[in-house]
């Protein structure tokens, strides 16, 4: 199968990741895959908890880390944040993208729910980013909103919802067309025929590039 960075063509320089239902799993993905021809970093621009998989680094002196990446390839790069988790870095992203081949930003939370809509504050989108990505589950469709969508008050507000009608695909499309946050959609935790069908009428009604797939799978295509 290709490469998830080679299907979402990943290039050099910074790529944030919005959305929900599967962003920190992508850009683990993505890193793991592009450290085999560069240097990676991986970050936040707001909140994350710090990888077991991979070196956590929360310095501010840029010889440090590019020192650290010549010898370990792929590192998490932040600040020690509440919670146990990480903040965004230090060193500004410019910085890091002057030090790595390639920095993946995780850019907004959502709770760990499977679709969210954004506020005028959100995401937190690095002004290098070359790419935007976002990410949203399979799994909240069928569901009321209230239940599968972080922030479901701005989700409704933008899909003509109500907040217990259950979440359609043509909801989610006019979110994201309303949002107009990114440049490709990946539509996540496609698990069988009915989200299969769900991912190409979002492919259908969206005029970006679309994939969907199962990240923790393993599997991916590109529908449009």
Not at 11 to 25: E, F, I
Not at 42 to 60: G, R
Not at 200 to 205: H, I, K
Request: aromatic share 4%; with cysteine.
């Amino acid at each position: 199968m290709e490469k998830l960075s080679a299907l979402l063509r990943v290039r050099p320089g910074v790529t944030a990741l919005v959305g929900s239902g599967g962003k920190t799993t992508a850009m683990y993905q993505l890193a793991s895959e592009l450290a085999e021809s560069g240097t990676v970093v991986c970050a936040t621009t707001t909140h994350i908890f710090p990888p077991s998989h991979m070196p956590v680094w929360t310095e501010d002196d840029p010889e440090t880390l590019a020192a650290a990446l010549k010898a370990q390839r792929c590192l998490c790069v932040g600040a020690p944040g509440p919670e146990g988790k990480l903040s965004a870095p230090l060193l500004p992203i410019a910085a890091l993208a002057g030090i790595a081949d390639y920095v993946l930003v995780e850019a907004d939370g959502a709770r760990g729910l499977p679709l969210k809509a954004h506020l005028p504050h959100e995401s937190v989108i690095p002004p290098q980013a070359g790419d935007v990505i976002l990410v949203a589950g399979a799994s909240g469709l069928g569901r009321p909103a209230r239940e599968a969508v972080h922030r479901p008050e701005r989700f409704c507000e933008l899909a003509g919802l109500p907040l217990d009608g259950a979440v359609t695909a043509r909801a989610l499309a006019a979110v994201i067309r309303a949002e107009a946050l990114a440049g490709k959609v990946f539509f996540n935790q496609v698990e069988g025929r009915e989200d299969l069908d769900n991912a190409w009428t979002l492919a259908g009604l969206l005029d970006v590039p679309f994939y969907a797939g199962a990240l923790q799978r393993g599997r991916w295509i590109c529908l449009s």
